[in-house]
């Protein structure tokens, strides 16, 4: 592993724009579970009845009840090591964007500030009304389902369900930014949501390096040039201390 892990560094080292791709598996360390794998929230829930725009339309409040058991363990969470660590690397390099598919809100916690959420974040809903955006702190929540505070309509979390679309700004801005990046980190991810698989694609076919960070096999490993087998919360302090010596 060390000399895995001084490899992955070299390549930092050399790096002016680096990118990093987290998924679920980096807040699993903070006590939050995963989608997939044994103890995954999809082996004991349906996506489709409580993550797609139809469940919604069916029974807003099963999906609000839902999100607020996931608000009210996510509430507790403490950002672990790879969430500290990816907020200080963001100052390594002249270039650096962190893109995440968690909507738990801890790299923002953990104080990083560039950052893009693709997925939207559990603390925000939008009117599917007037489209009104806006922060849901509160746990509990007053009012289940959630109102709009600007129309009244009924609110749903701000989160991509599945058969929904990027937000058109927010994956151009992502896609821009892989066009010049050097190295691409990929981390906690199983890639079974095929985005960090397309992302890495553009990246490499635009010369990136690409090192992913998990303890089990992925589909990311495909596309990687060194798989560095472990947590996140031990490999990313590691791997940071490796590439500034
Ligand atoms: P998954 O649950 O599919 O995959 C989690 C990955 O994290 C697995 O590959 C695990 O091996 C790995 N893992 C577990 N513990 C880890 C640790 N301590 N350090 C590093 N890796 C660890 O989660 P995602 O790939 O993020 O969508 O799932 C993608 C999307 O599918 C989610 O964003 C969610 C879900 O449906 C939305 O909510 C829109």
Redesign the pocket.
Known sequence: MDETIQKAALILKESRSVAVI?????S??SGIP????SE???RNFS?EDL?TPQAFRRDPLLVWEWYEWRRGIIKNAEPNA?HETLALMENDFTDFLLIT???DGLHEKAGSSKIKEI??NIWTARCIQCGQIFRTEEHPLPEKPVKCIRCGGLARPH????GESYDPEIIGSVHAFLENTDCLIT???????HI?VTLGMTARSRGARIID????D?EMERISEINLR????E?FPLLREAYLK
Do not use: C, Y
């Open positions: 987290t998924g679920a598996g980096v699993a360390e995963t989608f997939r794998g995954g929230l999809w996506p993550a790879a598919q968690n909507v997925h939207g989160i991509l369900w599945f981390a906690g991810t199983s890639g079974m949501v960090p960070i998990n303890p089990a992925n472990g947590k996140a919360g490999i």
